[in-house]
T-cell receptor
Framework: GAGVSQSPSNKVTEKGKDVELRCDPI?????LYWYRQSLGQGLEFLIY????????KSGLPSDRFSAERTGGSVSTLTIQRTQQEDSAVYLC???????????FGPGTRLLVL | AQSVSQHNHHVILSEAASLELGCNYS??????LFWYVQYPGQHLQLLLK??????LVKGIKGFEAEFIKSKFSFNLRKPSVQWSDTAEYFC???????????FGTGTRLTVIP
């Protein structure tokens, strides 16, 4: 079946601009995760959604970062007033529920100039 | 805080050589353990996982990993590598209290034909 999809695949923006990154999880997966992969580092957790429950935002690095998940499916990660240190690959993953294996999308490579 | 260590940053092997990549974690409770692989230009894929039972788990493409609870380790092994195994390998841990995976910084494997 279809895997996790993300768009855009690449995004170049200027410092100070807002960006929106989209994730479409695997159909039927109730859990959705956002991670960030910076150069030379492992994946860093950002936010987790499970069904209609309140999201776990404990990984968001600042209040410039926010995310929402509409209708329990598609999710959007928004970064306001982007900074150069926000440059990274943003990965989305989904799983059938919190305890199950996470499947990753191809990522969005963000470059802030 | 939980952490995952992958001590080998870059490993270079000739084809047919044996492989062992180290992974250690710091968490005293129950864990689920994963190895993910990222081939050049592709997204993260699950290689193998351990949830419970036999501590020696087998994954795709001839890979296996052994969970040694007393050493907090989950090393990845393959008896004979191929050029197509060239990729980045990530160890990940999920603890009982957390929603997210904790990732190591990855090990880049280069296999020389």
């Amino acid at each position: 079946g279809a895997g996790v999809s993300q768009s855009p695949s690449n995004k170049v923006t200027e410092k100070g601009k807002d960006v929106e990154l989209r994730c479409d999880p695997i159909s039927g997966h109730t859990a959705l995760y956002w991670y960030r992969q910076s150069l030379g580092q492992g994946l860093e957790f950002l936010i987790y959604f499970q069904g209609n429950s309140a999201p776990d935002k404990s990984g968001l690095p600042s209040d410039r970062f926010s995310a929402e998940r509409t209708g329990g499916s598609v999710s959007t990660l928004t970064i306001q007033r982007t900074q150069q240190e926000d440059s990274a690959v943003y990965l989305c993953a989904s799983s059938r529920d919190r305890q199950e294996t996470q499947y990753f999308g191809p990522g969005t490579r963000l470059l802030v100039l | 805080a939980q952490s995952v260590s992958q001590h080998n940053h870059h490993v270079i092997l000739s084809e047919a050589a044996s492989l062992e990549l180290g992974c250690n974690y710091s968490y005293g409770g129950t864990v689920n353990l994963f190895w993910y692989v990222q081939y050049p230009g592709q997204h993260l894929q699950l290689l193998l996982k351990y949830f419970s039972g036999d501590p020696l788990v087998k994954g795709i493409k001839g890979f296996e990993a052994e969970f040694i609870k007393s050493k907090f380790s989950f090393n990845l092994r393959k008896p004979s590598v191929q050029w197509s195994d060239t990729a980045e390998y990530f160890c990940a841990v999920k603890t009982t209290g957390a929603n997210n995976l904790f990732f190591g910084t990855g090990t880049r494997l280069t296999v020389i034909p």
